[in-house]
Every structure is written in C-alpha cells, then in structure tokens.
C-alpha cells in the first residue's frame, strides 16, 4: 500500500503522544494507527532514511516487502512526503519478547500490567511464560526467520543482516510466533554490521529465554563461564526458575543454553550459521507439538 500522509497524520492523531508506542530505537519512533477498515497498524517513522531520494527509498522499500516469512514482521505499505519516509507494519496485540519475558511474571501478573489493551488476555501469556515449549518454539522462529533473512533477497545472494536483534525487537503473534521487526537491509544504520554478528546476538537473546536474565556483558560471560565448565548442577540453577521444568524440558535446556553457547563465540568464524542454529533446536526437541524431546545435544567447544 502507498499511503499519502496527511492519512497517516489523521489516524495517528497528528502522530501524537497518545498514538505513541515507541520514541525511537535505531531507526525512529513507532506510532499505532488504525486505517480505513478497521486495519490497525503500526507506522515507524524512518528518521534514519530521511536523507534517501524517493526513488531510491521507494525501490528499498519494494524490495523490503519481497522478504516474506511467518517469523518476519512484513511490510504493509509505505509512505514517502519529501525527506519523510515511514513504514507500515501489521500491529502485533501481544507486544514485543522484552515485555512478554520481562514484565509478565508468571501466575497473577501485577496490576499496572493489566492496563491497556496488549495484554487483554492475560492469563494464557502469563502462564506461557513458564512453559518451556512456548519458549523453544519461539527460539526456534526467530532462528528460521533469521535464516530466512541471511539467504539473501529475493533474486540476489546479498543477505540481510538485521544489526540489532535484541528481544524488543522481536514481536508475538497471539499465538506466540515470533516475528522478527526493524531491519532494513542495506539501507540500515548498522550497515557494517555482518550475518555472524546477528547470530552473536541470536546467541544473547537464546540464553536470555532460558536464563530470563539480563543481557549485560557480565551475564554472558558469566553463563558462558557456566556451559564452558560443564557442570550440569551449575547450568540447571542458571535457568529462570519460572520455567517448569520436567525432565525431559530441563535437558532441552541445558541443550539450548549450549547452543547459545557456540552463537556467542568470541571469533566469528567460529560461529555456527543460522542454517545450522535451525538444525540444531529442530534436534532438540524434534517434535515440539507433541511435547517430546530429541537427542543430538550441541557441543560446546568453542
């Protein structure tokens, strides 16, 4: 969809506080808007591509809506007026991974998270995060969707690197698929950013779904300190202890911090592809719709 934006200005009430979801982030802020139809959406607003011509931000946004896959947020539409160029997104109602790890405990969730209408059902995702599948198959979408993006564009070899893959920008459907949100292909701020940096922070964000910890610097290297040692004891009290764990689930985690593990390995090379990443949590648990686990654990070496 090519949208003129005095539409986009009126559904987001002159982009007002009250249509804001977001003040910035790598590429700009982030307004809901609903459209004609009842079609609510997301409109980001790319500060980062103010300095593009409208022919060349046109053609990149064409080829951004080339690029689909069920763990990938797709393009919508556009709107370029002058140096303004803003994309449309499909609004997602159960937010981003942050806020679904983060701020929904499990159980009764606290009050102020039962304001406003992302969390209308409430106890189904609360109880989600506790549940060690949910938490898999997430990890194993964002894996696909990555790989996905690092073959390249459609007709090209030139793969997409996302550059900023961090939970906030990864979005749940209502069912909990995930759907990885702001990259921009070449037109992207972190363009010097390579595939094996995005599978560094692939690795982060895996050992952030098991551990439910932050992501600083001193946690990594403390959980890679932890799977490099190989006690077992160790890495079973490094995972978040809302999970419930059977026996089974809690060897699968132990199989998923290992793989996060070989993502976040100091020298790129010697870091596994996406493909490969893919390969390794369809191992783990090999038949996630019917709860049971698989062998062929990832080694951790590197």
Request: hydrophobic content about 40%; glycine content about 12%.
């Amino acid at each position: 969809m090519e949208l003129k934006f005095a539409d986009l200005a009126a559904a987001t009430s002159g982009f007002g506080k009250e249509s804001l979801m977001a003040e910035g982030g790598r590429s700009g802020p982030v307004y809901r808007a609903v459209l004609p139809g009842d079609m609510h959406v997301v409109v980001r607003v790319m500060e980062s591509a103010r300095g593009l011509e409208e022919k060349e931000a046109a053609a990149a946004f064409r080829e951004i809506s080339r690029l689909r896959h069920r763990n990938v947020l797709p393009l919508f539409g556009y709107c370029i007026s002058g140096r303004e160029k803003l994309a449309l997104y499909e609004y997602m109602e159960r937010g981003d991974l942050h806020r679904w790890l983060h701020e929904l405990p499990a159980g009764r969730p606290d009050g102020e998270d039962c304001t406003g209408d992302s969390w209308e059902n409430l106890p189904a995702a609360a109880s989600a995060v506790g549940d060690w599948p949910t938490r898999h198959r997430i990890a194993l979408g964002i894996a696909r969707g990555l790989a996905f993006l690092h073959q390249g564009w459609v007709g090209s070899h030139t793969p997409v690197v996302h550059g900023h893959l961090v939970p906030s920008n990864v979005l749940l459907s209502d069912d909990l698929e995930p759907r990885i949100a702001d990259f921009a292909g070449g037109g992207s701020p972190d363009a010097a950013a390579t595939a094996e940096d995005d599978v560094y922070s692939y690795g982060v964000l895996v050992m952030e779904l098991v551990t439910g910890s932050c992501r600083c610097a001193d946690e990594i290297e403390r959980v890679r300190g932890i799977v490099r040692s190989g006690q077992t004891a160790a890495m079973v009290d490094a995972v978040d202890r809302r999970l419930q764990l059977e026996a089974e689930w809690e060897k699968e985690a132990l199989e998923c911090l290992r793989v996060g593990y070989l993502c976040t390995a100091g020298p790129p090379e010697k870091r596994p592809s996406m493909q490969q990443v893919v390969a390794l949590l369809k191992d783990i648990r090999r038949d996630s719709a019917a709860g049971n686990g698989g062998g062929g654990g990832a080694s951790s070496s590197s």
